[in-house]
């Protein structure tokens, strides 16, 4: 395992904790049991990367490595002895995500450079990774995915962390601090982008009113 591999791949189990710890914060705030929340994490946590890895056709991660099946039930548990002020968990929930996102938009990335897809898919493939889990834990919590929320960016930070990973690694100047500053702006626009309420533009500068 090469520098790139190594740090990839200790990304990808902390993004899976920070992802996981999201779903289990959406299932508290809307009244989910323990098991629910576990499955949600799960579900926030793993389905970007197994989306990744069905992909690029190589045995997921997350049914091959037992390891990538403790960062949920680790987040579900600590979820359920100290979040318990509900008033604050959107808050939280928005950290916690903005981290999952950045760092699963590296670990996408690289592996798909990996296996030897071309620059512009390897940052589609971080893209999906980044996004994946995300939108399955909005969809199946009857949420209005962030995804498509025209009030907030999501998709975009994603894309651009994938970016500068696609060049990090062709150029060989990946290491674990390009990595971490390339994870740390990637954050940083998410929750910028959360907090001061940017978004892109709509669909049409004029959106229909049709009935």
């Known amino acids: 395992m090469d520098t790139a591999s190594h740090i990839a791949l200790a990304a990808d189990l902390l993004g899976v904790f920070f992802f996981a710890v999201s779903g289990s914060l959406l299932a508290a705030r809307k009244g989910f049991d323990i098991v629910g929340s576990l499955l949600l ?3 926030a946590s793993l389905g970007g990367g197994v989306a990744r890895d069905l992909i690029i ?3 997921p991660a997350a049914f091959t490595d037992p390891a990538y099946l403790l960062p949920p039930l680790l987040a579900t548990v600590l979820v359920y002895f100290v979040f318990s002020g509900v008033e604050r968990v959107k808050r939280v929930l928005v950290v916690f995500d903005a981290a999952g996102l950045a ?3 590296i670990t996408g990335t690289i592996k798909a450079l ?7 898919s390897a940052v589609l493939l971080g893209v999906t990774t980044a996004v994946g889990g995300g939108l399955l834990r909005d969809v199946v919590a009857n949420e209005i995915p962030q995804l498509f929320d025209p009030r907030d960016i999501y998709a975009l930070p994603a894309m651009l962390g994938a970016v500068i990973v696609t060049v990090l690694y062709l150029t060989d100047s990946f290491t674990l601090v390009t990595g971490t500053i390339a994870a740390s702006l990637v954050f940083s626009f998410r929750v910028l982008a959360w907090r001061y309420g940017w978004h892109a533009p709509l669909a049409a500068r004029s959106p229909a009113t049709q009935k």
């Open 41 to 43: 994490a799960s579900l």
């Open 57 to 59: 056709d190589v045995p």
């Open 103 to 105: 760092l699963f938009c």
């Open 114 to 120: 990996e296996v030897g897809l071309n620059p512009v």
